[in-house]
């Protein structure tokens, strides 16, 4: 694996000669090489040739397979820079590595690597070289973008440079695909033609709108669905409604009853406590009608997966904690994970000093601030007029959430250590799901056992991670691909609670 890459670049000089080294070859097989030689010219012109950034493949390995009949080129300049991630442990790493297994494999029979090989959508995959030194000298394109950008070593200028070269090579059209937007900007610049990679982005619809659907009935339906609790109308009325959607069925303005779509199309009347109690504890009320619905999700045992948008101070963490809490004491759960990305906002401090539990606590807080809010004794506030004197051998006492995380009922982890888990009969509540690429989130719901509940709660308008954005992280992206499955089921929540200034801040900042 680790000279795949090695070993791609130098198949691309196998004509040249087999007797000469390969740093020989490299350096003279520009002296009399063609240009289908390069991978300049497509297979067909009847095609676009779509050129992939780096960004792209670390983004999605997969992307290699989603151009259906097109042409799709990858330069020997990105292999090179995908070398530069392929040995990191983490996430990229392992994209990286993907990429160079897949091209291996499909390359594995060609002849020529940069005569392009069938794809699995009907077009082809081929290998372009950049050389400088091959380059038409009399090309007005090229001298105007070496005038523009000289710097001729940088990644980005090579990729700009082999677009212009494959559009002088074809009469087809040449599109860059990058999720850099600088790179957007410098493509443009030059008329190069460039799209973002948009095979995982949702629809901007999808994000854009928090509001609870309402459907309008007569006064008679909404009567019925108050007494009996379940209400069937035509399929015209919710054809456009998912499984498992909440919506707001009313008769006039003022007559208003929130329901859910099952699977067999009836709405169905919230089933939920007046509040959830914690033993020893808190006791939560739902604040609004968000939360109600989404305590209606949280507490149905049919639903697996539940995922929830909303902006801060909406109650997000807050309300799946306590219905995590509330089902674990019911002993319908095992026992009850709460787990967050470790992303960091804004400058970092470092590396953290003690052990395993110590560095992760500071990721950990906001999840301990809400356990600790919840199981918080409810005792009176203000200063108490006789205090035990404290003895200098007594040890501190500890927090009630502590406790049940030293029986293991409670588990509080950051996420980089769930791939290869399976995890059976826990409530699993992933706060920032936001901050999640779409292969991570896939492999968090493939870890879910039977009899498991996954939450994934999160604000994509909020993202500190370089790599997705409002609708192309893992949240989103979960939300989209497993909608209208009868297991699933999706609140967003657009009305603050955590206090008027949050609110404020979250509306007009």
């Given amino acids: 694996m680790i000279r795949q890459t090695e070993e791609l670049q130098a198949g691309l000089f196998e004509e040249v000669s087999p007797d000469i080294e390969p740093a020989t070859r490299r350096r003279l097989a520009g002296s009399h090489l063609k240009p289908g030689d390069f991978g300049l010219t497509a297979p067909s012109q009847v095609v676009k040739n779509y050129v992939l950034d780096t960004n792209v493949l670390l983004h999605d390995p997969a992307s290699l397979e989603h151009f259906k009949e097109n042409h799709l080129c990858v330069l020997v300049d990105v292999l090179a820079e995908l070398d530069k991630f392929k040995s990191e442990q983490t996430e990229r790493g392992a994209n990286a590595r993907r990429v160079h297994r897949r091209l291996t494999e499909m390359f ?243 590396f953290l000093p003690g052990s395993l539990e110590e560095k992760m606590r500071p990721w950990l807080q906001p999840i301990h601030d809400a356990l600790d809010l919840l199981m918080r004794p409810d005792t009176p506030l203000g200063p108490r007029r006789k205090q035990a004197r404290a003895t200098p051998a007594a040890a501190p006492l500890k927090k009630p959430y502590e406790l049940l995380m030293e029986q293991g009922i409670l588990e509080i982890e950051a996420l980089c250590y769930i791939r290869g888990r399976s995890i059976p009969n826990r409530f699993f509540i992933l706060d920032e799901a936001q901050q999640l690429t779409p292969r991570e989130a896939k492999t968090i719901v493939t870890r879910m056992s039977r009899d498991s509940k996954l939450v994934m709660v999160g604000d994509p308008a909020q993202i500190d991670n370089p790599y997705v954005d409002s609708r192309s992280n893992g949240l989103v992206y979960t939300r989209n691909r497993l909608k209208g499955q009868p297991f699933v089921a999706h609140i967003a929540l657009n009305r603050g609670e955590r206090s008027e200034l949050a609110e404020a801040g979250a509306q007009l900042m």
């Fill in 108 to 350: 594995a029979n060609a002849a020529k690597v940069t005569s392009g090989v069938p794809s699995a959508g009907g077009g082809t995959v081929r290998l372009v070289i950049y050389d400088p030194a091959a380059c038409p000298k009399d090309s007005d394109l090229l001298n105007r973008f070496h005038r523009i950008f000289p710097d001729r070593d940088r990644v980005d200028h090579r990729i700009l440079a082999a677009c212009l070269l494959l559009m002088q090579h074809n009469s087809a059209p040449v599109v860059l695909v990058t999720k850099d937007l600088n790179m957007h900007l410098k493509a443009r610049a030059v008329g190069i033609e460039c799209q973002d990679y948009l095979s995982d982005k949702v629809d901007a619809a999808e994000i854009a709108n928090y509001e609870v659907p309402r459907i309008e009935v007569g006064g008679d339906e909404l009567q019925r669905f108050a007494s009996t609790g379940e209400l069937l109308l035509p399929a015209a009325r919710s054809s456009n409604l998912h499984t498992n959607e909440y919506v707001l069925l009313g008769a006039g303005e003022r007559q208003t009853i929130p329901a859910r779509l099952a699977a067999d199309r009836r709405f169905l009347r919230l089933d939920i406590p007046e509040a959830l109690k914690i033993p020893d504890g808190q006791t939560l009320k739902p604040l609004n009608l968000g939360q109600r619905c989404l305590i209606d999700a949280l507490l149905n045992p049919a639903i697996s997966l539940v995922t929830c948008y909303g902006h801060a101070g909406t109650g997000k963490t807050l309300v799946a904690v306590a219905a995590g809490l509330h089902e674990m004491f019911k002993h319908r759960y095992h026992g009850i994970t709460v787990s967050r990305p470790v992303v960091a906002m804004g400058e970092q401090l470092g």
